[in-house]
Structure formats: structure tokens, C-alpha cells
């Protein structure tokens, strides 16, 4: 540890330091080079008083080595640093957010293989697409089950790229070709920034051939109907 001479000098120098978040690191080199000229001089048989005032005569005169820090470090350039450090740490981090939401998409168990095989009635790959506002939702597949359950699997995705999945919860008014309407819906989905997930319609009838959504509000509208070609008794 120095001593209070040493201390002295060091805050001399950095009183000239306008900068003051690089003032630490200035005082580290400081003590360092104080110390190891200390050391020299002890070594060459000078008493530890003595040693430390040549180490100090040594370093120069404050204010000339104070004035040429402060111009090394200066304000402008130090604060257009920090601010563009803090800026590629934020950028690094908003990074490693959408790639860590994207992974979970893509290593999250598939939907479609949450029902055996042997439950499924009905299944064939779709491409329907529903565009409201910013979001883009794109049907994928339909899947029928032996306990009437109707499958409809989805991807989400929304053009905000703020935005951060979700579920897509109101369809519209779901009916078939038989004329029946169905309100028990239920839904399951991996949220990322492309959602996958699925809606589930129960107790589809046995006699409909075509599920039909339309949706109707606040001025945004749509119909979509979606063939099932079992029919029957679930053939």
C-alpha cells in the first residue's frame, strides 16, 4: 500500500482527468509504476522513505502529466465509446434472444406427433394462408382422430418483429358443410418468433365433409373451407 505522499501525487494527476470513469484505471498504472520504482530503488540500498520520493520525482510534474492524460482521455471521445459499447452489448443481446426464441421453435417437440398413429383417422398436408393486419397465419395440416377431435395445425407469424409469438385464440364462426356450428375449441402451441401450434375442434361431425371458417370483425374478413374426404362414418 503507498503511502499518503504517493496518494497525494496520484490525486494531483487525476484532478486533471475531466473524464472520470477512466480515472481508476489511470490510478492502477499510477500505483503500479510507483511501486515498481520502490522496488528499484530499495534494491539499489535506499530506505523505503527516500526510495518512494526519488519514485515520485521520478514520474514528473502533475500538472503536465495531468493536463496531456486528460487530453488522451477525453470526454467526448471517452462517452461516444461507452455509449456505442453499451449499444453493441444491447444489439449482442437482442441477438442471442431471437436466436435462442428461433431454437426453441425448431427443437420443440412436433405437434403432429402428439397423436398415434393409430388414432388417426384423416390426415393430409394443407397450404391455406389468412393475412389480418401484421400477422400472417398459415394453415399446414388437418388431422381427424377415431374420438371426432378435428385437427387443424397452424404456423403464426407476425410481420412487428417486436412481436413474440402467441397463440392466434378467435378463428371466427366454425361450421361444416352440414350446417352444424361448433363452439368448443381448444388450442396448444411452441411460441417463438413462428409459432407452431394447433386448434382443435371436438366432436366433429361424422357426416361433414368440409370444415368452414369465417371470420368477421372490425372490418377484416375472411372465409376458408377445408376438406375432409372421409365422410361417412369415418371411413
Known amino acids: 500500500m503507498l503511502s499518503p505522499n504517493s496518494e497525494i501525487f496520484i490525486k494531483e494527476v487525476l484532478s486533471y482527468v475531466k473524464f472520470t470513469f477512466d480515472r481508476k ?3 492502477k498504472e499510477f500505483e503500479a509504476h510507483i511501486s515498481d520504482k520502490i522496488e528499484y ?3 539499489m540500498g535506499y530506505e523505503l522513505e527516500e526510495a518512494e520520493q526519488r519514485s515520485i520525482q521520478d514520474m514528473g510534474d502533475t500538472k503536465e502529466i495531468g493536463t496531456e492524460l486528460n487530453k488522451q482521455h477525453n470526454p467526448v471521445l471517452g462517452w461516444l465509446w ?3 459499447n453499451a449499444i453493441a452489448i444491447l444489439l449482442f443481446m437482442l441477438f442471442c434472444y431471437i436466436i435462442f426464441v428461433s431454437l426453441g421453435l425448431f427443437f420443440s417437440s412436433d405437434l403432429l ?3 398415434k398413429n393409430s388414432e388417426i383417422v384423416y390426415q393430409r398436408d394443407i397450404d391455406k394462408r389468412i393475412m389480418i393486419d401484421d400477422v400472417e397465419i398459415r394453415l399446414t395440416n388437418v388431422m381427424l382422430e377415431e374420438n371426432g377431435d378435428l385437427n387443424i395445425f397452424y404456423r403464426y407469424y407476425t410481420f412487428n418483429r417486436w412481436g413474440n409469438g402467441g397463440s392466434f385464440g378467435y378463428l371466427g364462426t366454425i361450421t361444416d358443410d352440414q350446417g352444424n356450428n361448433y363452439t368448443s375449441l381448444s388450442g396448444a402451441s411452441h411460441e417463438g418468433i413462428i409459432t407452431e401450434g394447433v386448434w ?4 366433429f361431425s361424422k357426416d361433414a365433409n368440409t370444415v368452414i371458417l369465417t371470420y368477421d ?3 377484416r374478413k375472411y372465409q376458408l373451407e377445408i376438406p375432409i374426404e372421409v365422410g361417412g362414418a369415418y371411413e
Not at 200 to 203: A, C, L, V, Y
Open 200 to 203: 382443435t375442434i371436438t366432436d
Open 217 to 219: 370483425r372490425y372490418n
Open 113 to 115: 406427433e402428439t397423436v
Open 82 to 84: 461507452r455509449i456505442t
Open 41 to 43: 530503488y530499495t534494491d
Open 25 to 27: 484505471d489511470i490510478r
